[in-house]
C-alpha cells in the first residue's frame, strides 16, 4: 500500500477545542479519515497530545512529515506504526504528538481495511474478531468533568452485564440515562437539567447520595426492562490525590481521606451499593493500594487500571506482577498508535485482565474506536450514554452487528 496524499484540517473536540483532522490517501485511492480525542483527568504518563509549541508546532510538524510518508510503501498496520514511531523518535511521541500520531495511524488503518476490502476491526485483528462488547455509559458525573458543585467521583456508570443485542444494551442504558433524570428532578432541589462533559447529569447531591439515585434508577429500569443492569464507578483518583500529603480530598464535604481511608472507602462503596465495576480507586503510582483493593474486592467487581496503566505495556505488566487490577482501560490517544494499543490489549490478555475500551471526555465525531473495540475483544465498551460524538461509536457498533451478523455478545459474570 503505497501512501499517496496526506491532508489535514482543523476539527474540534465536544468541548469545543481544535484538534487535527487527517486524511490519508492511498495510491488505490481508498482514504482514511480520523481526528483524535483530547482527555480532561489524564494519566501523567500518557503521551503528550501536542509536540512543545502546541497545535502550531504539530502543523508544522506534519507538512514536514507529508513530504517523507507520501511515496512509501507499507505492508502492514505494524510496519506503518514503527515507521511513525521511528520518524517521531523519542518513544512516547513527544516530539510529534499523539493528535498527529494517532491521527495518521487509525486513517491509515482505514484506508487499508477499505483497500483490503473489510471493516477496520478486521484488518486490525487480522480477521480473528468475532465478538463485541457490552455498552458501559457514564449517567451520573464530576470531579474534572464537571463545573461548580457537583460529585467528586468522576463517573457513575452502568453497563448491562447480559445482552441479545448491542442495541438491547445501549436501550437500557438510555432508559437509565432518562431515569436519573428523572429522579434528580424529584430529590435534587438545584437541579437544572445541566450536563457535564460526557453527557452525564451533574447534581449537588452528595456522593452517597448520587449513587444511591442511579442505584435506584438501575433497579427500576431493570425491572421494567428485563435487563440485567449493573452499577460502576470511575473514581479518577489521580485527580483527588493531594502528593504533599499523601492524601484524597474530596471538595463537597471539605473532607482529607488518608491513604488507608481511600482504600477503605472504596471497599465500602463497592459493598454498600454492590458495584461491578471500579475504575481508579487510588492514584496512579499506588500499585499496592491498587492490589490490596483488588485482593479484598476483585472476586465481586472488576477493579480497573485507566491512570495507572495509559494503556502502556511496561506499566501494564507491572500491574499483572502485583495483581493490582482485574481489567484494564485501553485508550489508543495514550500511546498515540493502533500498533501499541493492540500490544496493549496482548500483554493485557496474556495476563488474564479483561479489556475495556474507552472514550475520552472531548471526543470527536467519529465512529472508529468502536472497531478498536471489537478489533481489541474488549468485554465492555465505555463510551457515555448520549450526545452525538458518543452516539456515532454506539451506531457503529449497531451496524456492525446488525449488517455483517455473526458477532456475538460480550458476557459479564461476577
Ligand atoms: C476517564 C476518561 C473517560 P478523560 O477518566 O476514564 O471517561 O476521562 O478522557 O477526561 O481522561
Ligand atoms: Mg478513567
Given at each position: ?92 511521541y513527544s516530539r510529534i504528538g499523539s493528535v498527529v500520531s494517532l ?194 474486592a476483585g472476586r465481586r467487581s472488576l477493579i480497573v487500571g485507566d ?106 459474570n461476577l
Open positions: 500500500m503505497r501512501v499517496k496524499d496526506l491532508k489535514w484540517t482543523i476539527n474540534y473536540t465536544s468541548r469545543g477545542n481544535p484538534t487535527i483532522e487527517i486524511v490519508l490517501e492511498l495510491d488505490s485511492g481508498a482514504t482514511g479519515r480520523f481526528a483524535s480525542p483530547a482527555g480532561a483527568s489524564r494519566g501523567r504518563l500518557e503521551a503528550p497530545p501536542y509536540p512543545e509549541g502546541g497545535l502550531t508546532a504539530a502543523l508544522k510538524i506534519l507538512r514536514e512529515f507529508r513530504e517523507d510518508v507520501v511515496g512509501r510503501e507499507f505492508e502492514s498496520q505494524k510496519e506503518f506504526d514503527v515507521y511513525l514511531s521511528e520518524y517521531d523518535g523519542t518513544g512516547n491521527g495518521c495511524s487509525v486513517a491509515f488503518a482505514e484506508a487499508a481495511a477499505k483497500e483490503d476490502g473489510v471493516p477496520m476491526f478486521l484488518w486490525l485483528s487480522k480477521g480473528t474478531a468475532s465478538g463485541y462488547p457490552l455498552p458501559l455509559g457514564n449517567v451520573l458525573g464530576g470531579g474534572k468533568h464537571s463545573r461548580g458543585r457537583s460529585i467528586d467521583i468522576q463517573e457513575i456508570l452502568v453497563f448491562p452485564s447480559r445482552i441479545s443485542s448491542y442495541r438491547e444494551g445501549y436501550d437500557a442504558l438510555i432508559e437509565v440515562h432518562k431515569k436519573v433524570g428523572k429522579l434528580l428532578i424529584q430529590r435534587d432541589p438545584g437541579f437544572t437539567g445541566g450536563k457535564n462533559d460526557e453527557g452525564a447529569w451533574t447534581t449537588n447531591l452528595s456522593d452517597e447520595d448520587a449513587l444511591s439515585l442511579v442505584s435506584d434508577a438501575v433497579d427500576q429500569v431493570s425491572s421494567e426492562l428485563g435487563v440485567k443492569l449493573a452499577l460502576g464507578i470511575d473514581a479518577a483518583a489521580s485527580t483527588l490525590y493531594d502528593e504533599a500529603t499523601n492524601s484524597y480530598f474530596y471538595r463537597r464535604r471539605n473532607r482529607y481521606l488518608d491513604r488507608e481511608q481511600q482504600i477503605n472507602y472504596m471497599l465500602e462503596l463497592i459493598d454498600k451499593f454492590g458495584i461491578k465495576y471500579v475504575e481508579d480507586p487510588v492514584e496512579e503510582n499506588d500499585y499496592a493500594g491498587f492490589s490490596i483493593i483488588n485482593r479484598e491512570d495507572i496503566f495509559v494503556t502502556n505495556v511496561s506499566r501494564i505488566k507491572l500491574g499483572i506482577e502485583d495483581k493490582a487490577a482485574n481489567a484494564v482501560i485501553i485508550k489508543p490517544n495514550q500511546v498515540g498508535d493502533l500498533t501499541k494499543t493492540l500490544d496493549a490489549v496482548m500483554e493485557a490478555g496474556l495476563g488474564g485482565l479483561k479489556i475495556v475500551v474507552s472514550h475520552r471526555s472531548g471526543e470527536t465525531v467519529f465512529p472508529h474506536l468502536a472497531h478498536i473495540a471489537i478489533a481489541a475483544g474488549a468485554i465492555l465498551f465505555k463510551c457515555g450514554v448520549v450526545g452525538g460524538e458518543r452516539i456515532v461509536k454506539h451506531m457503529e457498533l449497531m451496524r456492525l452487528e446488525e449488517e455483517l451478523g455473526g458477532l456475538k455478545p460480550a458476557t459479564f
